[in-house]
C-alpha cells in the first residue's frame, strides 16, 4: 500500500539546478524519517540528505547546495539541487524509514520504503 514516486530529474548542464519531488501515498510523511540517496553504477547507494521534524542534514559532498524539504499537506518530499556538478549524476531514489527516530540514520539499511528512482544527469 506504501508507495512513493519521484519525478523531476533529467539532464541538466553543470551549475544548473533542479528540484526533485516524492509524492507518497499509504504512508505520512509527517512522521518517520525521510532522506534521498543517490547510486550509480558500480557503486553503493549513498546518502544524500535526511530529515525528520527535529532536524535536517546532509552529506558532505552536497551541503550547501541541496536542499531537503517537505509539504506535509501535500505529502511531498523535495530536493533542490543547485550548483549541480558532473559528479552529482547518479539515479536518485526517495525513501522513508518504517519507525520514529529521534535522529535520522544515513544508512540505506535503516529505510523501508522507496521509491522506483528518477535519473540525474550533469553534463560539464
Known amino acids: 500500500q506504501v508507495q512513493l514516486v519521484e519525478s523531476g530529474g533529467g539532464s541538466v548542464q553543470a551549475g544548473g539546478s533542479l528540484t526533485l519531488s516524492c509524492a507518497a501515498s499509504?504512508?505520512?510523511?509527517?512522521?518517520?524519517?525521510l532522506g534521498w540517496f543517490r547510486q550509480v553504477p558500480g557503486k553503493e547507494r549513498e546518502h544524500v540528505a535526511v530529515?525528520?521534524?527535529?532536524?535536517?542534514a546532509y552529506s558532505d559532498s552536497v551541503q550547501g547546495r541541496f536542499t531537503i524539504s517537505r509539504n506535509s499537506l501535500s505529502n511531498t518530499l523535495y530536493l533542490q539541487m543547485n550548483s549541480l556538478k558532473p559528479e552529482d549524476t547518479a539515479m536518485y531514489y526517495c525513501?522513508?524509514?518504517?519507525?520514529?527516530?529521534?535522529?535520522?540514520?544515513?544508512?540505506?539499511?535503516?529505510?523501508?520504503?522507496w521509491g522506483q528512482g528518477t535519473q540525474v544527469t550533469v553534463s560539464s
Open positions: 499509504g504512508y505520512s510523511i509527517s512522521s518517520r524519517c
Open positions: 530529515m525528520n521534524t527535529n532536524a535536517n
Open positions: 525513501a522513508g524509514t518504517g519507525r520514529y527516530l529521534y535522529s535520522c540514520p544515513v544508512s540505506r539499511n535503516d529505510y523501508t520504503y
